[in-house]
């Protein structure tokens, strides 16, 4: 069975800092691993995915995350926060060849921005 | 972009009614979900629909719950019985083979 582990569930930065959301994953298989962000009275908007390939991948927002198996994480980051990242983020699971799987979500993690 | 939609946003609903909530997913989509998240708790899975039939849900979807794609453009979950504890915001998605699900905003579900 799937499971992710958000660490942390507020994060505060001032803004300009680096900002590093942790997560870890359990999966029987190769997992597909997102990212999605949640601000206030919205949906799920995703940020990025690492399906296969290369390990580093880039979302938007200026937001990336590295898969390292060895592991087990997938942490989100970001070099210089700003404002309006001040959101929600979930990490997400997903096992199999992107085929009729669900998504296994985190617990989410509050990104607070310090002006 | 194309964006999944969901209707009402906000739902009030005695306890012991039904619920019908309404998604209309991204039109070319062929997979579509919905999920729920109780007030300050992760995002739950439901259930997922392919082809015209379930192909998975999870413990939460038992049989007060249901789904159907009456015309080809919505995709809707019933609540026959509501509980107070199917208060939620309850998330719809869709997506392509090969593709990330896209999310709705939500319907916001309150029991009273």
């Known amino acids: 069975a799937q499971s992710v582990t958000q660490l942390g569930s507020h994060v505060s930065v001032s803004e300009g800092a680096l900002v590093l959301l942790r997560c870890n994953y359990s999966s029987s298989v190769p997992p597909y691993l997102f990212w999605y962000v949640q601000y206030p009275n919205q949906g799920l908007q995703l940020l990025l995915k690492?399906?296969?390939?290369?390990?580093l991948v880039k979302g938007i927002n200026g937001f990336e995350a590295e898969f390292k198996k060895s592991e087990t994480s997938f942490h989100l980051t970001k070099p210089s926060a700003h404002m309006s990242d001040a959101a929600e983020y979930f990490c997400a699971v997903s096992e199999g060849n992107f085929g009729n799987e669900k998504l296994t979500f985190g617990t989410g993690t509050r990104l607070t921005i310090i002006p | 972009e194309p964006e999944v939609t969901q209707t009402p946003s906000h739902q009030v609903t005695q306890m012991g009614q039904e619920v019908i909530l309404r998604c209309v997913p991204i039109?070319?989509?062929?997979?579509f979900y919905w999920y729920r998240q109780i007030l300050g708790q992760k995002v739950e899975f439901l259930v997922s629909?392919?082809?015209?039939?379930?192909?998975?849900k999870s413990e939460i979807f038992d049989d007060q719950f249901s789904v159907e794609r009456p015309d080809g453009s919505n995709f809707t979950l019933k609540i026959r019985s509501t509980k107070l504890e199917d208060s939620a915001m309850y998330f719809c998605?869709?997506?392509?083979?090969?593709?990330?699900?896209?999310f709705g905003d939500g319907t916001r579900l309150s029991i009273l």
């Open positions: 998605a869709s997506r392509l083979t090969g593709q990330p699900q896209h």
């Open positions: 629909f392919y082809n015209n039939e379930i192909s998975e």
């Open positions: 690492y399906t296969t390939g290369a390990t």
């Open positions: 039109s070319n989509h062929l997979y």
